[in-house]
């Protein structure tokens, strides 16, 4: 700890960096602790679950480091939670650190897992992870040999990856956003020249899954598998968003998982962080979250995150028995194991409300949005929302919320969360489809027949 460690008569203080609803979901769950801790909160936006829960909350530019720094010297946490991941692959934690308070999230360096595609297969491939799709990585742009590569290797089935933090758009799957090898090559073109760099891999096939993972050092303790839903609209169609909704399962699996599937996904999770220590000299200390897709031999990393994911965060976080703030101190002081993570056995089902033109968004900026309250089983996490003087709350471009329901069946969580989507009130949307039995069975029978 630093030195203005924790004692019993100074109020213990905690410093969260954070956007989105995401955010709002990290606050919630330190303030459960039973510390009481002050919470000083920064975002970008005036977020009302924030600034309910906040002994101090600033809405300003988060990138802004000098700004951060000076008000972690004023305030002198005990520790420091960054939750979005610009902030993390800019180093923030570094400099925090620097100024001897301990942080919730990875150097610059380890967080290359989730800023560099390229940095992220390599160390697999270095240390024998074996569980990646054929891939190259590119520093030049070399058409014949990008041309060999997906005809060949990819059977003409590829992706093409920016190799940098893109908002979730740096990436292109031929069939969806690509229609040919010679536009994939072109974009792979113009990703060199923006980043330097791309990754160009073999398309898998099969179903996504994420697998997070709490990580102090090589240890390693995992949460509930979380299956996402990126398309904009209901049946899995439209363009790719943030995530429009998210569920979770009493047992912490998915129901087209086989035991063996969640396992190897949390082997490998355990593999990243050893070879991370081992690659970056230094422990990795915060979330590590796996991309995973089961394919029909098995499992497959599709790509890492330094951070909590969003919205798999609003599932995990409603549901975790553990006291959060002292589990965050386990991991700074270098105690944390397996025995300090306990969820509790229910389902939960998270739908986003966004403005109705999603993902453009723009046409609803600045209109009012009311939603109902909060229930011991129906939860509200604001994201780009904003509260006026007068405590109305106003819609921004993306996201708006993620509404939560939790139950002791899937069926159950996702009729609570269906039931306060439909009483939110504004000119906004949600995808109805996101934990029905309807959709979750499509994924079973997918995985059925690809492994038949």
Same mark, same amino acid.
């Given at each position: ?26 606050? !919630? ?11 000083? *909160? ?5 977020? #009302? ?48 650190? !620097? ?95 923006? *980043? ?45 968003? $943030? ?39 230094? #422990? ?43 589990? *965050? ?42 939603? #109902?309250?909060?229930?011991?089983? /129906? ?8 509260? !006026? $003087? ?30 306060? *989507? ?12 996101? /934990? ?17």
């Amino acid at each position: 700890m630093h030195p203005y460690g924790c004692c019993y008569n100074r109020i213990m203080k905690i410093l969260l960096v954070s956007s989105s609803a995401r955010g709002h979901a990290i606050a !919630e769950a330190l303030s459960r602790s039973h510390h009481n801790p002050q919470l000083i *909160c920064l975002s970008p936006n005036k977020n #009302p679950g924030l600034i309910a829960l906040a002994h101090r909350h600033e809405a300003m530019d988060i990138m802004n480091f000098d700004a951060v720094l000076k008000i972690a010297k004023e305030e002198q946490p005990e520790f420091a939670f960054i939750g979005p991941d610009d902030p993390i692959a800019g180093g923030l934690a570094d400099l925090l650190e !620097e100024q001897g308070i301990p942080c919730i999230a990875p150097r610059k360096s380890l967080a290359r897992i989730e800023s560099s595609k390229a940095f992220a297969r390599e160390l697999m491939q270095k240390h024998g992870i074996n569980s990646y799709p054929k891939f190259m990585a590119y520093q030049r742009a070399d058409a014949k040999s990008m041309d060999r590569f997906i005809r060949g290797d990819c059977g003409g089935e590829f992706v093409v990856k920016y190799d940098a933090l893109k908002g979730g758009k740096g990436v292109k799957v031929s069939g969806e956003h690509i229609h040919s090898v010679e536009e994939g090559i072109r974009y792979a073109e113009e990703c060199i020249a923006e *980043c330097g760099k791309v990754v160009i891999e073999e398309k898998l096939i099969g179903v996504e899954f994420s697998l997070m993972s709490f990580a102090s050092g090589t240890e390693v303790a995992d949460m509930p598998a979380v299956q996402d839903h990126k398309r904009a609209y209901e049946g899995d169609t439209g363009p790719n968003t $943030g995530g429009m909704g998210t569920y979770s399962c009493p047992d912490h699996s998915l129901p087209f998982l086989t035991p063996s599937d969640l396992e190897e996904a949390k082997k490998i999770n355990r593999q990243i962080a050893a070879a991370l220590l081992k690659e970056c000299g230094h #422990p990795y200390r915060g979330i590590l979250y796996g991309g995973f897709i089961a394919v029909r031999d098995g499992v497959r990393v599709i790509e890492y995150n330094a951070r909590f994911g969003d919205p798999e965060a609003l599932n995990v976080l409603p549901i975790l028995s553990s006291d959060f703030v002292e589990l *965050c101190q386990s991991m700074i002081e270098g105690t944390f194991n397996e025995n300090f993570v306990r969820f509790a056995h229910q389902a939960t089902v998270c739908k986003y409300i966004t403005p109705k033109s999603y993902p453009d968004g723009k046409m609803e900026k600045g209109q009012e949005v009311i939603f #109902p309250k909060s229930t011991e089983t /129906g939860r509200i996490y604001y994201g780009d929302i904003s509260q !006026e $003087g007068s405590g109305k709350l106003l819609l921004g471009g993306s996201r708006s919320s993620g509404i939560v329901g939790m139950g002791s069946s899937l069926e159950e969580a996702e009729k609570i969360a269906q039931k306060m *989507c439909s009483e939110v009130k504004g000119p906004v949307r949600f995808r109805a489809d996101i /934990g029905t039995e309807e959709l979750v069975q499509q994924r079973v029978e997918m995985m059925k027949k690809l492994r038949s």
